[in-house]
């Protein structure tokens, strides 16, 4: 009996390029076995929307565009506590998720692995009633890739966000926070914060640290205070850019699931999309609950 299969894709990702190869991958997901329902993305959260109607009514979905297209479509199969596997063609601008799990960067060679069917568990997160695939997180910059014109990401990629972010440098705005974990509580004014369970943020990788394992059940946890002075700040960035915690400016640990608690409301991201105004959060690690078809490699096991 010939498997089916949800496809959905967002045109407008990554310059449209999925366009020119779109009639190749149905090819290789049709020599795979599988019946395929395509769906190009009409508006935002229709991957969301679809990948909720079709959780329990194919035997996979494989989705293509950035990381906010994959965060509606795990979010979605989560909502639908379904078990259905995804595959995932990186398109975005960005693609940390993918690149943390050195997915081919090729579209084509993306989508005959995931033809291979090995199954790989992946951590995610909950984010109070939310669900959030690799990072949540607020302040500086981090509204940054929801507030990017699409059309300017498609084309100047890395740049539109360096230009976006760097309007930011000069309104640098801090919160007050209590974090709290099973190990620790930690009280202080921060400028950034991110939860992550990832390799790569921002196209920028080991910002998260050297050793991280996305299916180990812990997340990354990185909180910067807010500098009294440039010294302090430039201590701060060169921390950032050796990817080593050698600074008390920075708080680095991890951990399985936190609490933290604002005097004001505080804007999240969750996968670069917003995740709403907070006062307190919740966020838990939601061991190996993704199940992705990823070939297995040696760099993805000796890491």
Same mark, same amino acid.
């Given at each position: 009996? +010939? ?26 997901? !049709? ?19 679809? =990948? ?19 965060? +509606? ?18 398109? #975005? ?39 959030? =695939? ?21 084309? &100047?990629?890395?740049? =539109? ?40 943020? #921002? ?14 059940? &812990? ?12 010294? +302090? &700040?430039?201590?701060? /960035? ?10 008390? /400016? ?10 933290? +608690? ?7 991201? /969750? ?19 993704? !199940? ?7 760099? &993805?096991?000796?890491?």
């Amino acid at each position: 009996m +010939e498997k089916k299969m949800l496809f959905i894709f967002n045109p407008k990702a990554g310059k449209g390029k999925i366009k020119t190869h779109l009639l190749e991958i149905v090819d290789i997901f !049709n020599k795979g076995g599988y019946e395929v329902i395509i769906r190009a993305t009409q508006y935002p959260k229709d991957a969301y929307e679809k =990948a909720k109607e079709y959780a329990d009514r194919v035997d996979l979905i494989v989705c293509s565009g950035g990381d906010g297209t994959l965060d +509606e479509v795990v979010t979605g199969i989560m909502e639908m506590e379904s078990s259905v596997p995804i595959g995932y063609i990186p398109a #975005g601008s960005t693609n940390d998720f993918a690149n943390s799990l050195f997915m081919p960067k090729n579209m084509v060679e993306a989508a005959s692995m995931i033809m291979d069917e090995e199954l790989y568990h992946c951590d995610i997160g909950k984010f109070n009633e939310k669900t959030f =695939a690799y990072i949540a997180a607020f302040g500086l910059f981090t509204d940054v890739s929801y507030q990017t014109d699409q059309d300017l990401k498609n084309i &100047l990629g890395h740049v =539109a966000y360096v230009l976006e972010g760097v309007k930011r440098l000069f309104d640098i705005k801090s919160y007050h926070m209590k974090v709290e974990t099973e190990d620790m509580t930690v009280e202080d004014d921060f400028i950034f914060g991110m939860v992550s369970n990832s390799r790569s943020v #921002g196209g920028f990788k080991n910002l998260t640290g050297r050793n991280v394992d996305m299916n180990d059940g &812990l997340f990354e946890v990185t909180l910067i205070t807010m500098p009294k002075n440039p010294l +302090e &700040l430039q201590e701060i /960035l060169a921390s950032i850019l050796i990817a080593e915690d050698n600074t008390d /400016l920075i708080y680095s640990f991890k951990t399985t699931k936190l609490t933290i +608690e604002s005097d004001e409301e505080v804007p999240w991201t /969750l996968d670069g999309e917003f995740g709403g105004d907070h006062t307190q959060v919740e966020i838990e690690n939601r061991h190996e609950a993704l !199940n992705l078809y990823l070939k297995s490699n040696r760099k &993805l096991r000796d890491f």
